[in-house]
């Protein structure tokens, strides 16, 4: 079941960096965003085939995600939603994840 949240999450990063590179035509944002989704979708998979180190792997995108928007929050001083929400889903897709690494260990 925690490989939807994966997918959706790798759904998400992947649309929201092109959507950053086309509105500003912003490589970084692309590749980042390219990238987490990346990662998300291999965690998603390595979950739904009950393959080793899934959750580890979502753990390290949702780390990778919060630790790029967490201070593009902080810079904007709380006034765009968007950094707020990545950085809010960023956190809780991390815990979620943390907490299933040490339930299955």
């Known amino acids: ?28 944002s692309l590749v980042a965003g390219i990238g987490v989704g990346a990662l998300y979708g291999v965690a998603g998979y390595l979950i739904k085939e009950n393959q080793e180190y899934g959750h580890e792997t979502a753990v390290a995108a949702s780390v990778l995600l919060a630790g790029g928007m967490i201070p593009r929050t902080i810079k904007t001083q709380f ?3 968007l950094p707020i929400v990545l950085s809010v889903v960023s956190v809780a897709a991390g815990a979620y994840y943390a907490k ?3 339930d299955y260990r």
């Open 100 to 102: 299933k690494v040490v």
């Open 79 to 81: 006034k765009k939603p």
């Open 1 to 28: 079941m925690s490989s939807h949240t994966a997918f959706t999450l790798a759904a998400l990063s992947a649309t929201g960096g092109v959507a950053g590179f086309v509105r500003t035509r912003s490589i970084p």
